[in-house]
């Protein structure tokens, strides 16, 4: 099938990319002419795994496109995929103004039957705004469909290549057929194409995230509760997680969820409530603790060395809001730098992928290590906000002598209490109890 997806951001070019990697040809439009350029040339913008593979070999095979011409990248697709930012406005709302403005030149363009698929995240009612902005500048046959998307940062690919589920909104049996057509090669292995109306679709995307925006802050309260009264999370979360009704995932305790997705969605959600007089009463409370949590590590080391942080240098091991991504979207480790710095420590980061994001973000208003040895030079403590791989299973006897103090806040749960009543460090994690070795 010939295919165009318009923008080129995280959820774009994985689409393309992967749309491709099963045979299809895909024209991928962006009207940032520098950033088509460099894509042209074979150079990925954003980190994800596995996808620079996918990229360089269907650009060789000469199935996946790129240009900065609108009437150009849709001219012979049959499938048009709309992956454009909907930023949150200031009261949260999501911005269609980028999808509407597309939408508005598409009408204009299109020459014959297409079907327009909403692959953004967008508020329920959308697919009917962008059939109205489309129809009142064209007069030959479309369908709008909402595809929402369910893409994990870090698994990306995977997940696109084996979804667990595909969600179609469309009540179109012409449109029908080619999405089913489309996404055949994608469900072999049986897991299910769910077709359903455009506004289930699209509220579909939006409580699924909220739903496991919650279930994380509800175990981040939890822990809260369990360093009150002595329990231990870890063994908590196994009981819960063992319940087939509960599952296991998205059941660790941490400092908050952050990233493109979560925040911006369950925002969206609370707005849309808002506008039809409807009060998410669960959904206001995630975000204020969701708020407080990314605090949490910051709480734990000013009780330790008092509110004013003058003179004190602490490692930061993480900077991504989560691993296996370069992300640093609404990330806790920016909560937590900001209300170090503005307490008068001294930062000294390191994240395997991204640093330089994080630079191009603060400048110099934090220090940047090459590797997570280097950065424990001299520091008063280290604190952990991303759990990368390389973070699991470091040398503590070598982290021992490199740290003025062998103290570390761990936000993230990374090592075993087991494993820490054995090494002569201070040890403060999340919903477990402190371990002092200090004076061993």
Same mark, same amino acid.
């Given at each position: 099938?010939?295919?165009?997806v318009?923008?080129?951001?995280?959820?774009?070019? $994985?689409?393309?990319?992967c749309?491709a990697?099963?045979?299809?040809?895909v024209?991928?439009?962006?009207?940032?002419?520098?950033?088509?350029?460099?894509?042209k040339?074979?150079?990925?913008?954003?980190?994800?795994?596995?996808?620079?593979?996918?990229?360089?070999?269907?650009? *060789?095979?000469?199935?996946?496109?790129?240009?900065?011409?609108l009437?150009e990248?849709?001219?012979?697709?049959?499938?048009?995929?709309l992956?454009l930012?909907?930023?949150?406005?200031?009261?949260g709302?999501?911005?269609?103004?980028?999808?509407?403005?597309v939408?508005?030149?598409?009408? !204009?363009i299109?020459?014959n039957? !297409?079907?327009?698929?909403?692959?953004?995240?967008?508020?329920?009612?959308?697919?009917?705004?962008?059939?109205?902005?489309?129809?009142?500048?064209?007069s030959v046959?479309?369908?709008? $469909?909402? @595809?929402?998307?369910?893409?994990?940062?870090?698994?990306? $690919?995977?997940?696109f290549?084996k979804?667990?589920r595909?969600?179609?909104?469309?009540?179109?049996?012409?449109?029908?057929?080619?999405?089913?057509?489309?996404?055949q090669?994608?469900?072999?292995?049986?897991?299910?194409?769910?077709?359903?109306d455009e506004?289930?679709?699209?509220?579909?995307?939006? *409580?699924s995230?909220?739903?496991?925006?919650?279930?994380?802050?509800?175990m981040?309260?939890?822990?809260?509760?369990?360093?009150?009264?002595?329990?231990?999370?870890d063994?908590?979360?196994? #009981?819960?997680?063992?319940?087939?009704?509960?599952?296991?995932?998205?059941?660790?305790?941490?400092?908050?969820?952050?990233?493109?997705?979560?925040?911006k969605?369950?925002?969206?959600?609370?707005?849309?409530g808002?506008?039809?007089?409807y009060?998410?009463k669960?959904i206001?409370?995630v975000?204020k $603790?969701?708020?407080?949590q990314?605090?949490s590590?910051?709480k734990?080391v000013?009780?330790?060395?008092?509110?004013?942080?003058k003179?004190?240098?602490?490692?930061?091991w993480?900077?991504?809001?989560?691993?296996?991504?370069?992300?640093?979207?609404?990330?806790?480790s920016?909560?937590?730098?900001?209300?170090?710095?503005d307490s008068?420590?001294?930062?000294?980061?390191y994240?395997p992928?991204?640093?330089? @994001?994080?630079?191009?973000?603060? #400048?110099?208003?934090i220090?940047?290590?090459?590797?997570?040895?280097?950065a424990?030079?001299?520091?008063?403590?280290l604190?952990?906000?991303?759990?990368?791989?390389?973070?699991? @299973?470091?040398?503590? @006897?070598?982290?021992?002598?490199?740290?003025?103090?062998?103290i570390?806040f761990?936000?993230?749960?990374?090592?075993?209490?087991?494993?820490?009543?054995?090494?002569?460090?201070?040890?403060?994690?999340?919903?477990r109890?402190?371990?002092?070795n200090?004076?061993?």
């Amino acid at each position: 099938m010939k295919i165009a997806v318009i923008g080129t951001g995280y959820v774009g070019l $994985v689409t393309g990319t992967c749309l491709a990697e099963t045979g299809n040809t895909v024209t991928c439009v962006d009207i940032d002419e520098q950033k088509v350029q460099k894509l042209k040339n074979g150079k990925i913008p954003i980190y994800e795994p596995n996808l620079d593979n996918f990229f360089q070999r269907n650009i *060789a095979q000469k199935r996946l496109f790129f240009t900065t011409q609108l009437e150009e990248g849709i001219k012979d697709a049959q499938l048009i995929f709309l992956a454009l930012p909907t930023p949150p406005g200031d009261d949260g709302s999501a911005d269609l103004s980028y999808i509407l403005s597309v939408a508005k030149e598409l009408g !204009k363009i299109i020459k014959n039957y !297409k079907v327009i698929i909403d692959k953004s995240t967008v508020p329920v009612g959308t697919a009917e705004k962008v059939t109205k902005v489309i129809r009142e500048n064209s007069s030959v046959d479309f369908d709008v $469909v909402s @595809n929402p998307e369910f893409l994990r940062e870090g698994f990306a $690919v995977e997940d696109f290549m084996k979804p667990e589920r595909v969600v179609v909104g469309t009540r179109s049996e012409k449109a029908k057929k080619l999405m089913e057509e489309l996404y055949q090669p994608f469900v072999r292995q049986g897991n299910p194409i769910l077709f359903m109306d455009e506004k289930s679709a699209e509220l579909t995307k939006y *409580a699924s995230n909220s739903f496991l925006a919650t279930k994380i802050t509800f175990m981040n309260e939890i822990a809260n509760y369990c360093e009150m009264i002595g329990a231990d999370v870890d063994m908590v979360r196994k #009981g819960m997680g063992t319940d087939s009704r509960i599952g296991k995932r998205f059941l660790f305790p941490g400092i908050g969820y952050g990233g493109s997705c979560f925040p911006k969605d369950v925002k969206a959600l609370k707005k849309a409530g808002q506008i039809e007089n409807y009060q998410f009463k669960i959904i206001d409370a995630v975000m204020k $603790v969701n708020d407080i949590q990314k605090m949490s590590l910051v709480k734990k080391v000013k009780s330790y060395f008092g509110e004013d942080l003058k003179g004190k240098r602490f490692a930061l091991w993480g900077l991504a809001f989560k691993p296996e991504t370069d992300d640093i979207r609404e990330a806790p480790s920016l909560s937590i730098i900001k209300e170090l710095t503005d307490s008068g420590a001294e930062i000294v980061s390191y994240d395997p992928e991204a640093i330089d @994001n994080v630079r191009d973000l603060l #400048g110099d208003k934090i220090q940047y290590s090459k590797n997570g040895l280097d950065a424990l030079k001299d520091v008063d403590a280290l604190l952990i906000a991303t759990e990368w791989s390389a973070f699991r @299973n470091p040398d503590f @006897n070598l982290m021992h002598s490199l740290m003025k103090s062998p103290i570390i806040f761990d936000g993230r749960n990374l090592y075993s209490l087991e494993s820490m009543e054995k090494k002569n460090f201070y040890y403060q994690s999340v919903g477990r109890k402190v371990i002092n070795n200090l004076n061993k």
